[in-house]
């Protein structure tokens, strides 16, 4: 019994360089982590089964998992292949991806306008393409029901959208631009990933069905999608607008965004999250970024002790300076009003890493 035990504990684990994971990191790391707290026995390792054949290429890890139960003869089949999956999560951050490298054409070619709208109108049709492939898989089971039940995902999707009819099957040759946008943030809000191999048994609860899960990688192979056009949309993947779509950034700015949303104030945190949530939204008007600049000031006004300790004295009163006499947030006699409406975005950016800025204060340690 004891040689048996120490057989598995010993067992070679295996090398994740040599898989290679189509999944983000961190996402296959909390999904896999989730499977093996909640499931024991068959459910772990059919559970187990099914995020190996979604989150790698090919079927490499599918089989080394099968594997480790043969190895040990039954006996603490489990056990081994249990194990054999924390190794990949612990792992993960070595484990290659698919690099999006250009080809040649790609990268010898300078694409025109006219290929560029051509893209665009490409665009509904590979996004329906994206939707089958999750369905087929089950990612719609626990909103669209299968088989056995009577729900109808035309009438799901109509309730969600206005009362339009006939949007499924997916017709993407009858959207008008508003349709596609909104079936991409419906669409969003009904993904749940199943966890096992029979969807039947999950009942459509928690935890048969990974609802965060199943968001977060449909938010990342839409925006892969999206961000292959230059439509400068994406869905955004964390604050109070995740899962519906917002104007993009450059890099620099995105990581801002990442850095303040996960401010450590709890107070500040919700102020900051609606403030973005108004500023990036598709469509803004100068009115939306007005009220979002006006809420961010509010943050600033509460940390001004801060900021007056911190910073010079003139940069401090700068900084309400601008909001005060630009006619931001009062009406008094004297203000400008007549600046460029682009002045907002600077403006809005200013401050956002001003708030950035006192929550690295804040968290120091003295």
């Excluded at 480790?68 to 070595?94: C, H, M, N, P, Y």
């Excluded at 099957?169 to 079936?183: I, M």
């Excluded at 999608?225 to 993009?248: M, P, Y």
Aim: aromatic content about 10%; glycine content about 6%.
């Amino acid at each position: 019994m004891e040689s048996l035990a120490l057989a598995v504990t010993l067992a070679p684990m295996p090398d994740a360089a040599h898989y290679l994971l189509a999944w983000p990191r961190a996402l296959f790391v909390e999904e896999a982590t989730a499977v093996l707290e909640q499931f024991i026995g068959p459910q772990m390792i059919d559970a187990c089964t099914v995020l190996l054949q979604e989150a790698f290429c090919g079927r490499g890890p599918v089989l080394d998992f099968d594997a480790e139960a043969r190895r040990t003869f039954g006996f603490g089949a489990a056990d081994s292949q249990r194990a054999f999956v924390q190794s990949l999560i612990d792992q993960a951050e070595k484990t290659p991806q698919p690099e999006d490298r250009p080809i040649w054409p790609d990268r010898h070619h300078v694409v025109g306008p006219a290929e560029m709208s051509d893209h665009r109108r490409q665009l509904p049709r590979a996004f329906t393409d994206l939707v089958t492939n999750f369905h087929d898989r089950g990612y719609f089971d626990r909103s669209f029901g299968d088989s056995l039940d009577n729900l109808d995902p035309d009438l799901v999707l109509a309730e969600r959208l206005g009362g339009r009819p006939g949007l499924w099957p997916l017709q993407p040759a009858q959207w008008d631009e508003e349709t596609f946008y909104g079936l991409i943030e419906v669409l969003h809000d009904l993904v749940a990933r199943p966890r096992m191999s029979d969807r039947l048994a999950g009942l459509w609860q928690a935890p048969f069905y990974a609802v965060e899960a199943g968001r977060r990688l449909y938010r990342w192979r839409v925006n892969r999608l999206l961000d292959t056009t230059d439509i400068g949309l994406r869905l955004a993947d964390t604050g109070e607008d995740a899962g519906r779509l917002v104007e993009t950034v450059d890099p620099a700015r995105a990581e801002l965004l990442d850095r303040v949303l996960v401010t450590p104030k709890a107070v500040a945190a919700g102020r900051v999250r609606h403030a973005i949530a108004l500023f990036r939204g598709r469509g803004a008007d100068e009115h939306a970024k007005r009220s979002a600049i006006v809420t961010l000031v509010g943050v600033l006004e509460d940390r001004r002790e801060l900021l007056k300790a911190e910073l010079l004295r003139k940069d401090e009163g700068a900084l309400f300076q601008i909001a005060n006499e630009f006619g931001l947030r009062h009406n008094r006699a004297g203000q400008r009003g007549d600046f460029d409406p682009v002045f907002l975005d600077w403006v809005f950016w200013w401050y956002l890493a001003t708030i950035e800025l006192t929550d690295r204060l804040l968290a120091r340690p003295d």
